[in-house]
């Protein structure tokens, strides 16, 4: 959202309907294989733990994108 200052709010409300749509869908197929099993359920719990650490710690790593060299891009559109 950073790279397109403009439209940060329009980014905004896709990034928030993309993910409420990839985990409808995630939840529709994990839950229909987990009901019902209480072991099956806390293995799905164990393994999605660690992948939701490892995908944030992916997102938030230094050097992924360096916040002033976009905050100095965005000056420069805006100006």
Do not use: N
């Amino acid at each position: 959202m950073d790279f397109f200052p403009a439209t940060r709010k329009l980014a905004a409300s896709l990034q928030g309907f993309v993910q409420m749509q990839l985990f409808a869908l995630l939840s529709a197929i994990v839950a229909a294989y987990v009901l019902g099993d209480i072991q099956k359920l806390s293995l799905s719990v164990a393994i999605g733990w660690p992948l939701s650490v490892l995908c944030w710690r992916l997102g938030t790593r230094k050097g992924l994108v360096c916040h002033r060299e976009v905050v100095e891009e965005a000056d420069e559109v805006i100006s």
